[in-house]
């Protein structure tokens, strides 16, 4: 019997505050999301390798901050190493495509602490599941996100024939979004500490 081919979807944002950050809070086990190895072992625990083969990992994501905001230059942090270099890394793996949204300085909150905004990402997201499921590319969109604006490029799968499963980690995430179940084929629920016992 044939594998289905699978495209899998990553808001990396949502992914990394929602799950791998959440986990570090709650479950207290810090993963280092920075670490491309631990990144695709997370990514490729949702799929069922029986009876499934990825097509390609899309992951969507912004290259961070590297301008000047309260004085300070975002640029020499260590958070912007580590990201540039975590970006270079993925980038270059087999099957992995980058889809890079802009990061936006938005001003200062009331803690005085910067406000940064990721835009783009949704619209790349969504063009990109249009796509794979006009063009009959795959035969399912495994989706990791809990972003309820992903819901319209999910009708659009399911009705050019992708199967679409939602992929989630309740020890993390909490309480999840009935509008993301409602259009989903399958839920993928695995536990966060499943994959990093």
């Not at 992914?15 to 491309?36: C, M, P, Q, W």
């Not at 309820?148 to 999910?154: L, V, Y």
Request: aromatic share 12%; glycine share 6%.
């Amino acid at each position: 019997m044939r594998k289905k081919k699978v495209a899998i979807f990553v808001d990396w944002e949502n992914v990394r505050k929602g799950i791998f950050e959440e986990a570090s809070n709650t479950l207290h086990k810090k993963i280092n999301y920075n670490d491309v190895d631990n990144t695709l072992k997370f990514f490729y625990a949702f799929v069922d390798s029986d009876k499934e083969e990825v097509y390609r990992t899309f992951v969507y994501l912004s290259e961070p901050y590297a301008g000047t905001a309260g004085g300070k230059d975002y640029k020499t942090t260590p958070a912007f190493t580590n990201a540039i270099n975590f970006i270079e890394k993925l980038q270059v793996k087999d099957h992995i495509a980058i889809r890079k949204g802009k990061i936006v300085y938005r001003g200062i909150d009331n803690q005085n602490k910067p406000i940064f905004m990721q835009k783009q990402v949704d619209m790349l997201l969504g063009l990109d599941i249009a796509h794979i499921a006009y063009n009959k590319l795959a035969d399912r969109a495994l989706i990791l996100t809990a972003d309820t604006d992903i819901i319209p490029a999910m009708k659009t799968a399911r009705i050019n024939g992708l199967q679409v499963i939602w992929g989630c980690c309740p020890d993390t995430q909490g309480v999840l979004p009935k509008e993301l179940r409602k259009h989903a084929d399958f839920i993928r629920e695995i536990k966060f500490s499943s994959i990093f016992p």
